[in-house]
């Protein structure tokens, strides 16, 4: 659905200094203070809002709607390759990839890293934590999914409105930006992938939430997955993602693994009651991750994460949502991940990102990768699609890349990369020559003793005596290369 943003430019007098702030920013004084903040001193209360800021901001004045352009184009804001409604394998691009703005990156994060502050230009954002910033912050973000063309979105509590005093107060902040959300998402007919409680940040979780081993801790992570569920639900939110931000330990010398793993359980059991007690029918999601911030998460994999749904019989409620960082932090490439995801017929979403190969932590890079995007594409198509789930760009720009067309290049960029692996899956798929390769080289299996195996028909002394009969089995080659020759046919 197209919407016309009334132009700020128009009407800009009054506006608050923040708002006024374009082009290269001045904050190299203190860089780590927010460019905005360091220049605002007080927030903005509503009534010093005219009222149409409420509404929309224009964050990105200088921005127009992302057309398609094709491959020709020299625009770097235009789409190469992602055309929304262009039909690949039956099914329109826009559904088949389901892409999603994640509200902490685009919105939230001020792009610091271990040895400096943010340096993002937000010139919407006054820094503060006031609700008034928060619910500006909503319109700016519906204006980037807006210009961008990305149907959903995803945030975390903590992201979308401030954490107050209080969890009374929290609450009443979160419920006064769930406003602000509800009535975007209604002007604009865009939807809420998944929603997701923040439980690592704040210092209370310091030692884990589910896993903490104070049960005051535990409660007050129960109380804000109530209330991201809540505000989910009343969303209309396809999803809820639990990602064990904290779960895991820094030390066994001073843990009790079993327990804390009971208590996690124990967490997300709650959260299936609740679910039901309140009606929500979206999916829940679990996001694997090995470590960072903790030495070792407890959700370290696909496999970890399986085995731990199977153990406290709670397979039937979660499906499992991928990150590749994630996957390449665990050793594991994100094919693997998928393919182990979709073997238990757990693969939901997917945090679209990627690592960098030189540095050991979670970069949360935009993918650009052709070869990367075309294996998870290929997966992805394999099992029927994506269903509640999609493509969320859990990735944030580089810290040298801090102007808000950035936002625009980084996820121009991944839609791009997804368009062109979804169309070079589909080929690899229409061709099937890998999907004979790979039939044939089972084939052993699927009559004579091989199909006696797979049925369970025989045991260790019929295959002995077919050793007897037979002799030596005659081995075919794998053609690893002939076939990675053949994926490079298709790019
Ligand atoms: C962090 C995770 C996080 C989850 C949501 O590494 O990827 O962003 O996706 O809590
Ligand atoms: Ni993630
Ligand atoms: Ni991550």
Same mark, same amino acid.
Not at 387 to 414: Q, Y
């Given at each position: 659905?197209?919407? *016309?943003?009334?132009?700020?430019?128009a009407?800009?007098?009054?506006?608050?200094?923040?708002?006024?702030?374009?082009?290269?920013?001045?904050?190299? /004084?203190?860089?780590?203070?927010?460019?905005?903040?360091?220049?605002?001193?007080?927030? =903005?209360?509503?009534? +010093?809002?005219?009222? @149409?800021?409420?509404?929309?901001?224009? !964050?990105?004045?200088?921005?127009?709607? $992302?057309?398609?352009?094709?491959?020709?184009?020299?625009n770097?804001?235009a789409?190469?390759?992602?055309?929304?409604?262009?039909?690949?394998?039956?099914?329109?691009?826009?559904?088949?990839?389901?892409?999603?703005? !994640?509200?902490?990156?685009?919105?939230?994060?001020? =792009?610091?890293?271990?040895?400096?502050?943010?340096?993002?230009?937000?010139?919407?954002?006054?820094?503060?934590?006031?609700?008034?910033?928060?619910?500006?912050?909503?319109? !700016?973000?519906?204006?980037?999914?807006?210009?961008?063309?990305?149907? @959903? @979105?995803?945030?975390?509590?903590?992201?979308?409105?401030?954490?107050?005093?209080?969890?009374?107060?929290?609450?009443?902040?979160?419920?006064?930006?769930?406003?602000?959300?509800?009535?975007? *998402?209604?002007?604009?007919?865009?939807?809420?992938?998944?929603?997701?409680?923040?439980?690592?940040?704040?210092?209370? &979780?310091?030692?884990?939430?589910?896993?903490?081993?104070?049960?005051?801790?535990?409660?007050?992570?129960?109380?804000?997955?109530?209330?991201?569920?809540?505000?989910?639900?009343?969303l209309?939110?396809?999803?809820?993602?639990?990602?064990?931000?904290?779960?895991?330990?820094?030390? +066994?010398w001073?843990?009790?693994?079993?327990?804390?793993?009971?208590h +996690?359980?124990? =967490?997300?059991?709650?959260?299936?009651? &609740?679910?039901?007690?309140?009606?929500?029918?979206? /999916?829940?999601?679990?996001?694997?991750?090995?470590?960072?911030?903790?030495?070792? /998460?407890y959700?370290?994999?696909?496999?970890?994460?399986?085995?731990?749904?199977?153990? @406290?019989?709670?397979?039937?409620?979660?499906?499992?949502?991928?990150?590749?960082?994630?996957?390449?932090?665990?050793?594991?490439?994100?094919?693997?991940?998928? *393919?182990?995801?979709?073997?238990?017929?757990?693969?939901?979403?997917?945090?679209?990102?990627?690592?960098?190969?030189? $540095?050991?932590?979670?970069?949360?890079?935009?993918?650009?990768?052709? &070869?990367?995007t075309?294996?998870?594409?290929?997966?992805?198509?394999?099992?029927?699609?994506f269903?509640?789930?999609?493509?969320?760009?859990?990735?944030?720009?580089?810290?040298?890349?801090?102007?808000?067309?950035?936002?625009?290049?980084?996820?121009?960029?991944?839609m791009?990369?997804?368009?062109?692996?979804?169309?070079?899956?589909?080929?690899?798929?229409?061709?099937?020559?890998?999907?004979?390769?790979?039939?044939?080289?089972?084939?052993?299996?699927?009559?004579g $003793?091989?199909?006696?195996?797979?049925?369970?028909?025989?045991?260790?002394?019929?295959?002995?005596?077919?050793?007897?009969?037979?002799?030596?089995?005659?081995?075919?080659?794998?053609? /690893?290369?002939?076939?990675?020759?053949?994926?490079?046919? &298709?790019?």
């Open positions: 659905m197209t919407h *016309q943003w009334p132009s700020l430019k009407m800009s007098f009054g506006l608050h200094p923040a708002f006024r702030l374009r082009g290269p920013s001045t904050f190299t /004084q203190n860089p780590s203070v927010h460019p905005c903040h360091s220049r605002c001193t007080r927030s =903005l209360s509503a009534s +010093l809002l005219p009222p @149409y800021l409420t509404t929309m901001n224009e !964050a990105f004045p200088d921005i127009q709607k $992302i057309q398609f352009e094709g491959p020709k184009s020299r770097p804001l789409f190469k390759h992602y055309n929304a409604d262009e039909v690949v394998g039956g099914k329109k691009m826009r559904d088949h990839l389901r892409f999603g703005v !994640a509200y902490w990156h685009a919105m939230r994060n001020t =792009l610091s890293d271990p040895f400096g502050g943010g340096t993002a230009q937000r010139p919407w954002d006054d820094g503060s934590s006031s609700v008034e910033n928060a619910q500006r912050r909503v319109w !700016a973000c519906f204006e980037f999914m807006d210009k961008l063309g990305v149907d @959903y @979105y995803c945030w975390h509590d903590r992201d979308v409105a401030p954490e107050l005093d209080t969890l009374a107060e929290s609450n009443r902040a979160f419920d006064a930006v769930a406003d602000e959300l509800e009535k975007a *998402q209604q002007q604009t007919g865009k939807k809420l992938l998944w929603g997701t409680a923040c439980l690592f940040s704040h210092a209370r &979780y310091c030692q884990g939430a589910g896993t903490s081993p104070n049960a005051g801790v535990f409660a007050y992570a129960a109380a804000q997955v109530k209330k991201a569920m809540d505000v989910t639900h009343r209309g939110g396809e999803g809820y993602t639990f990602w064990g931000g904290r779960e895991g330990y820094a030390t +066994l001073n843990t009790n693994m079993k327990r804390e793993l009971d +996690l359980a124990r =967490l997300l059991h709650m959260a299936v009651d &609740y679910k039901q007690k309140i009606g929500f029918t979206g /999916q829940f999601y679990i996001e694997p991750k090995p470590r960072e911030p903790s030495t070792h /998460q959700d370290s994999d696909s496999a970890a994460c399986l085995n731990f749904l199977r153990e @406290y019989g709670l397979m039937d409620h979660f499906k499992l949502n991928i990150e590749t960082n994630h996957a390449t932090l665990a050793g594991h490439t994100m094919r693997h991940e998928l *393919q182990v995801a979709i073997a238990a017929n757990a693969l939901g979403s997917v945090d679209a990102n990627t690592g960098d190969e030189l $540095i050991g932590w979670d970069t949360d890079q935009f993918p650009t990768d052709i &070869y990367l075309t294996e998870i594409m290929l997966e992805v198509l394999r099992m029927g699609g269903t509640t789930g999609g493509l969320n760009f859990d990735a944030k720009c580089r810290r040298e890349s801090f102007e808000p067309v950035d936002l625009f290049h980084a996820h121009i960029g991944g791009d990369a997804f368009a062109r692996g979804l169309k070079v899956a589909n080929a690899i798929i229409e061709d099937g020559r890998f999907a004979a390769f790979i039939k044939s080289r089972y084939a052993s299996f699927d009559t $003793i091989g199909a006696k195996i797979e049925k369970g028909e025989v045991g260790f002394e019929e295959l002995e005596a077919h050793v007897l009969a037979n002799g030596e089995p005659l081995l075919a080659s794998g053609r /690893q290369e002939m076939l990675e020759n053949l994926v490079n046919d &298709y790019l």
